[in-house]
Each structure stands twice: as C-alpha cells, then as structure tokens.
C-alpha cells in the first residue's frame, strides 16, 4: 500500500493537508474522500474506506478540511466552505494528472460532496455514507444559543466533546443551504450507504437523500454499523460496495498486462506525471521523481535504482570473495550517491563502503579493490550496448530475457581472477 502526501490551497491561500492512497497495483481511477463534521483525514473511518478503496484499483485523496487536522486556516466557514474545499481537492489533483472522476463523503462530508459534484464536471459519480439529507442537521449538534451570537464574533462550542469556535455566520451559511434541490439536479450515479441503527444520523436522512436523486441511484444498508464505521469489517464492506458500484460508472484504466517471467516491466500506472510500476519476477514497486520537479515522491528515482544496482552488486561480491578467502566479514554497508554531468564533468558515481567484522587493514584495501571489480561497476565505466525494439500494443510482452544465474556467474569469475591475482 502507498501512502503519499498531496498538499493543495484552499480559495483562500491556506495549505490543506492530504494523503494519496493507492493499491499495490495500479490506480484505474481517481476519487476524493470528504470525511464527517469535526473529524480529520486520520479517523478510522477515512482512513480505512480509503485504503479498501486503493486496493480495489480506486486511488484516494483523503485531506483535512480548512482549520482541521493539519490544515491551515479557521474552521466554522459552514457548508459551503466545506464544498470548496472539495472543489480545490478535485482541482489540485487534476492539475497533477489525476483527475477524480469519483467523490465518497462521510456523513456531514457527504453532504458536502452532493453538493460540490455540481462544480466538478469530470464528477461521474458520488457515494454517500450516513449523510443528512438536510445540512440543518448539524445544527442538532451545536448549542442553540449559537444563532444569537452577534455577527462576527466566534465563541467556544463544545461538539462530540471537543472544543471549537463557531459564530452566528455559520449557522446562517448552514441554514442558507438547499441541499434537496441540489439531489434532485445531482446528474450524476448516486450510491446511498446508511446504517439502520445510526444513532448520530437517523436512517430517515437515507429514505430522503434516495427519494430526492434521480436515477441511476442505488441504496445499501449498514447493518449493525455504528455511525462513525469503527469496525474494520463495516468500512472494508462499504469500500468493496462502493468500488463495485462505481465500476459501472466510471472510466476505468485497462487492466494491467501480467508481468513477464522474465526481466523488468515499467508501466505508467496513471497517478501524477512520471509514476510507474516496476515488475520483477520478484517484486513490485513504484518509482518517481520528486516533487519539486513534478513527481508525488512516491518512490526512487531512475538514478537512485541504478545507484542501487551499484550498490547491491558491490555487497554481494565483496560478501562472495570474503566467503571463499574465509575471512571473517559480519557486513557489507554501502553508500552510492550521484551527481549528473555538466559541460565539463561526466556523470558522478560516489560510492562509500563499510566492512564490519574483525579485519585487518590489508583485507579493508583488498575488498576496495574487489569492489571496483563488480560486474554493475565494469557494466557503468566501461561499455554496454542498448537495443530498443517496440512492445506489441495489443499483447502482453513474452518477456525480455535477464539472465541471473549469468550475473551471479560474473561475480564469481570476479573472485577467481582475484584469487589468482
């Protein structure tokens, strides 16, 4: 599972905090998560549908609404505040190559999402998760005398036994709101998720919300799920519920081509602008490029995989050479940085090794030597050939050959030229 941060402003300037939730495989499509009224981007409930989501190929943006959690500014800008906030979410990973097509709101969150697919046109569909059908709800919440404080001012509210500050324009912001009308020109699929024993939102909220919409709207009980989905098993069922439905609706990347027997696949997998899916016949990852370059981060660079291909071959020669002189080698560490050619320089492999065990400074000044025999150290100073041909677009590749049992082999012709020497 990768998890990676997506910080975006709000209309006001502010930084929101959020988190890129994406499977082991690659994202087929994009989708915002609005968690419920007070929480944060870190409650079991976002965290959890999330992630459930992600692994069913549905890649999430689950963020802090404004002046909660780790984002910037004040909270109390009511409802609407709330769908702009949506709007920006939406927005911001657009313009990072990952255009949402799919919006999950939490209770007060789902109400906020109904309301901002609206502004989205690239909205396909929205699943809502014990949502108010009315944003007045909230205010049940809230302590009454809060309409009558005098404009402007915020005073000390307590909700769900946390402290905030709220002030009479958010009750006026809140009760400005036309929420049924809003359902009714939804345009979009409507998935409607309740618990029939949610004590915080009655399941009534549900019947109203489903007999608003227009089809195509669907609705699905909770049964025996409390309101904030605090047993694993609740979100996880709502996830898998949700990726389901919204299979039919949204537009979907193809599956992805199986991974070769042999050697290493890299296929975009959709997500920012460089990300990729590396394929081994051993292992999956991602590889990226940093942020301030326009990658997520979410995993090494080119350079930093082939300085680690520097870096392991190096360790497992020197491991092999001390093995056959039986020398007492506890551990290979080593450290490979790079530094790109300019004009005047060629690029810069600075590698820098450790050899723990008891040795003697002879054996140290041997094992430097083996180093610069490995087979990835000759492969970069000295010459390899690169031939390119094109995958067939429509098949999956039969696998280009990489021959492990020869690279092992060249480590040991390393060590036996070394021995003779």
């Known amino acids: ?24 495989g690659p994202v087929r499509a994009w989708s915002v998560f609005a968690h419920c009224f007070t929480c ?58 990952m255009t949402p097509q799919l919006l999950v709101g939490h209770s007060f969150g789902g109400a906020a999402v109904l309301a901002a697919a609206g502004e989205l046109d ?12 009315d944003a007045e709800h909230v205010l049940t919440h809230i302590d009454p005398g809060l309409k009558d404080t005098p404009a402007g001012q915020r005073v000390p509210v307590e909700i769900g036994g946390r402290g905030f500050e709220l002030g009479a324009d958010f009750v006026r912001d809140i009760q400005g709101q036309n929420q049924k009308t809003r359902i009714e020109n939804l345009g979009r699929a409507l998935l409607v998720l309740h618990s029939p024993v949610d004590e915080i939102v009655s399941i009534d909220n549900a019947s109203g919300i489903f007999l608003a919409a227009r089809h195509p709207k669907s609705f699905v009980s909770l049964d025996h799920a409390n309101h904030l989905l605090t047993r694993k098993a609740d979100s996880d069922y709502a996830a898998s519920v949700v990726a389901a439905w919204a299979s039919r609706y949204l537009d979907l990347a193809p599956e992805a081509v199986e991974a070769p027997v042999q050697g290493v696949r890299v296929e975009e997998t959709g997500a920012g602008k460089f990300q990729v899916r590396v394929v081994t016949p051993s292992a999956t990852f991602l590889a990226d490029e940093p942020v301030s370059v326009g990658g997520l981060d979410s995993g090494p660079t080119p350079y930093d995989l082939l300085s680690a291909g520097l870096g392991a071959c190096t360790a497992m020669t ?28 060629p690029d810069r492999f600075v590698r820098k090794i450790a050899f723990q065990g008891e040795l003697d400074e002879a054996q140290h000044v041997r094992l430097l030597e083996i180093a610069d025999r490995c087979p990835v150290h000759r492969t970069l100073t000295e010459s390899a050939v690169v031939e390119t041909e094109r995958l067939p677009d429509d098949q999956p590749d039969e696998g280009v050959e990489t021959n492990t049992e020869d690279h092992l082999h060249r480590m040991e012709e390393v060590c036996a030229d070394a021995n003779g020497a």
């Open 122 to 133: 690239r909205i396909k569909a929205v699943a809502v998760i014990g949502t108010p059908f």
């Open 318 to 345: 020197c491991r092999l050479y001390a093995e056959r002189k039986n020398w007492p080698l506890e551990r290979v560490v080593v450290e490979v940085g790079h530094t790109a050619k300019t004009a005047s320089e």
């Open 1 to 24: 599972m990768a998890s990676t941060e997506f910080n975006f402003s709000n209309t006001g300037g502010r930084e929101l905090s959020g988190v890129l939730e994406r499977g082991d």
């Open 40 to 97: 944060d981007k870190t409650s079991l409930a976002a965290t959890r549908l999330s992630r459930a989501l992600a692994e069913q190929g549905i890649g999430v943006l689950r963020f802090d609404f404004t002046g909660l959690g780790e984002s910037e500014g004040e909270f109390g800008r009511g409802l609407s505040g709330d769908v702009q906030d949506v709007v920006c979410a939406a927005e911001a990973m657009a313009a990072a190559g």
